[in-house]
């Protein structure tokens, strides 16, 4: 029966909230029971009296948190703790009160609404809301229990209303007309200007699309739309020519490419404007009156002559003045020229077809008062064939004839080749000339068809007494004027076999009374003429291997020294020795100083002992070396050695060291980096040698 306790929320009572009463049925009133209680908070926010049985709840409760507690009471024996019945579960539920009000899901709640909505579940209290007007509206919601009813709990919340856009406005021109200017060089696709119209509208309701309606200029400008920015661009697009046409004048036209048709009413959804195009004058290039010309010519045209003609004009409004000129890169031999102020061609040079037939030349037209303003055209000039060339063999006719031959029969066939080439065709003629026709034993059949054959007029040669024949074949074409020219044919008397076969062409060697053959006789000849040029050669190396050198040996130089006569490039000092002084030893003047360099420092000259008479010129030089090589006031050079002396010009004097006995080691060659960098070879190698050394 006490299974089930109600209790209300929110209890505003003083003390504890009585909740009920448990009482055992073993409970004689004596006091010999307790009461035990557990389960939801039991001793905490519920508890029990253990003698009489009074649960309270010792605070408030809320339903919201919690709506239900399943607590178990037992009653037990208080001496021994045993209880007298079995544990009994119990529920205590929470009554509810109005004690929180409504409370929205959220603070604040966005919301779109087309503009010009009809009724929905937030009805629109003006008709025909505007966005362009106004798109932003803000509505405070109240929410209120019990039906709205006195006593009732309520709650409020914010609804952010945004009017969406739809195409009610069509696109409007700030202006009525536009005009912009270009140059007649403007190249197709080259932008003008840029119009835009605006739309009061967002979004893809704003997007606007420009057309060329009408005007003069449709086929010459074209307008685009820029999707960023919603302009329309008026771009070129066809070349424009300012002597041609200088204005131009388009009606250009904006609309929405998406349009609402339940705002059709409102009126056409586009608008449009004059756009006026002044096209600007440029100075251009001479314009020639065809993109190539074709000239032809007889290629026996002297020189002078004229081939035609070109004609180039200034194609402004100034029309200044041309000149022509050939542009000698294409007309490398300057073959033919231009007469400046007409574009007369004519030929400079004599043409001839078979060398070149087709002769490709450009020709420049420039503006007199602009020579930047140029412009340049293909000429091609067509040589015509003129019968200036006689026919030839087609190749060298070398034919032989069997000593058993029969008469008329067919030993060659001829054929002939003509540089020209004339309009018919070529049509050869072959015959013997009248020198060679009475005669011969040979005759010439002319085969109607630029071909002919040559064939024996009697029966059996004999190569004994004729071995060879030349037979001269006059060859003539029928072009105008007539050109022939002779040809040779060799025909070799051979032996042959039953069928005709050649087997030998040479006739046998006359014995000679002495008893050698003449064939003998010219191999002894040749051989004699091959061993007397032998000797010559092999006489003209021995005497090119005996030339001297200047010096043999160390051991006589004297007659060196004195054929010694090439000063060779920029040597100026020929009086440099004195050969004199080799001649007499004794004429030597002691103190007379080297005229060819100039001493840097000057030292007292020593008395050297008069040489003996009997003296020869090897030990006077190997004295007087000598004693330079022991002189610490000595230069290091051989006087002997002028080969080496630069001239009076140069800054490195003699070079010459020959015959030294100085070390390597006693010398220091820095100087040389001095002389300039002609010598900085020579200073980097003696320079070198000595860093070695000291390494």
Not at 349 to 362: V, Y
Not at 408 to 429: C, E, M, N, W, Y
Request: charged share 25%; with cysteine.
């Amino acid at each position: 029966m006490w299974n089930q306790f109600f209790l209300l929320e929110e209890y505003t009572g003083s003390g504890n909230q009585y909740v009920g009463k448990l009482h055992s049925d073993q409970d004689k009133g004596d006091g010999s029971l307790k009461y035990i209680l557990s389960g939801d908070g039991a001793g905490d926010l519920f508890i029990i009296n253990e003698n009489t049985g009074d649960i309270q709840a010792t605070r408030r409760l809320d339903r919201e948190e919690k709506p239900t507690y399943i607590l178990r009471a037992q009653a037990v024996n208080k001496k021994t703790g045993i209880p007298v019945e079995p544990e009994s579960e119990f529920v205590i539920k929470i009554h509810d009160i109005n004690d929180n009000e409504p409370i929205f899901t959220k603070e604040v709640y966005t919301a779109t609404v087309p503009e010009m909505s009809d009724v929905g579940i937030i009805k629109t209290a003006l008709f025909n809301m505007d966005r362009e007007n106004k798109e932003q509206y803000q509505v405070v919601i109240q929410a209120k229990d019990m039906a709205g009813q006195m006593g009732g709990l309520s709650g409020t919340t914010t609804v952010n209303i945004t009017l969406t856009d739809v195409n009610d406005n069509p696109p409007r021109f700030p202006q009525s007309t536009y005009q912009f200017t270009t140059p007649e060089s403007s190249p197709p696709g080259t932008s003008i200007g840029r119009i835009k119209a605006t739309d009061a509208d967002v979004g893809e309701n704003a997007a606007i699309q420009y057309s060329i309606t009408e005007g003069e200029g449709l086929d010459m400008f074209d307008v685009i739309t820029d999707q960023e920015t919603q302009e329309g661009i008026i771009t070129v697009k066809k070349l424009l020519d300012f002597e041609k046409k200088k204005v131009y004048t388009l009606k250009v036209e904006a609309s929405n490419p998406h349009v609402e048709p339940r705002f059709l009413y409102l009126g056409p959804f586009k608008d449009s404007a004059t756009v006026r195009i002044v096209v600007e004058d440029v100075d251009e290039p001479p314009v020639f009156s065809k993109l190539a010309y074709i000239l032809q010519i007889r290629e026996d045209a002297q020189i002078n002559t004229a081939i035609g003609s070109v004609i180039a004009q200034d194609p402004d409004a100034a029309r200044n003045p041309v000149k022509y000129s050939v542009d000698r890169h294409t007309d490398l031999d300057r073959i033919f020229n231009i007469h400046s102020g007409n574009g007369s061609v004519f030929t400079s040079k004599l043409l001839d077809r078979e060398t070149l037939l087709w002769h490709n030349i450009t020709v420049i037209a420039t503006e007199i008062n602009n020579p930047k303003q140029s412009s340049r055209v293909p000429l091609y000039i067509k040589v015509l064939d003129v019968n200036d060339n006689a026919p030839e063999f087609a190749e060298f006719y070398e034919t032989f004839v069997c000593e058993k031959a029969k008469a008329d029969q067919l030993i060659q066939t001829l054929r002939a080749v003509d540089k020209d080439d004339p309009q018919s065709g070529h049509q050869f003629s072959f015959y013997l000339a009248p020198e060679a026709a009475s005669g011969s034993n040979f005759t010439v059949h002319d085969n109607k068809d630029n071909t002919a054959g040559i064939l024996t007029r009697k029966n059996g040669y004999n190569r004994h007494e004729m071995s060879t024949y030349l037979l001269p074949v006059v060859i003539s074409d029928n072009d105008h004027p007539v050109q022939s020219s002779t040809g040779t044919v060799t025909v070799r008397v051979c032996a042959c076999d039953h069928h005709g076969n050649m087997q030998s062409c040479h006739a046998e060697a006359l014995v000679h009374p002495t008893g050698l053959s003449t064939g003998a006789l010219v191999a002894i000849l040749l051989c004699i003429v091959i061993l007397l040029v032998t000797v010559a050669l092999f006489a003209a190396l021995r005497r090119q291997r005996k030339k001297e050198p200047l010096i043999i040996s160390k051991e006589d130089i004297r007659d060196n020294v004195v054929s010694y006569n090439d000063e060779g490039g920029g040597e100026e000092d020929t009086q440099a020795f004195d050969i004199g002084t080799l001649r007499n030893p004794e004429a030597i003047e002691d103190s007379k100083l080297r005229r060819d360099i100039a001493p840097e420092a000057l030292f007292l000259p020593r008395r050297t002992p008069a040489a003996r008479d009997n003296t020869d010129v090897r030990d006077f030089i190997s004295q007087r070396l000598k004693e330079n090589d022991t002189d610490p006031a000595a230069p290091p050079y051989d006087s002997l050695a002028t080969y080496a002396y630069e001239g009076t010009g140069s800054v490195a004097a003699s070079l010459s060291s020959l015959e030294s006995v100085t070390t390597e080691g006693d010398q220091d060659y820095d100087y040389l980096s001095d002389w300039g960098p002609r010598f900085k070879k020579l200073a980097d190698l003696y320079g070198g040698a000595d860093s070695d050394k000291d390494s």
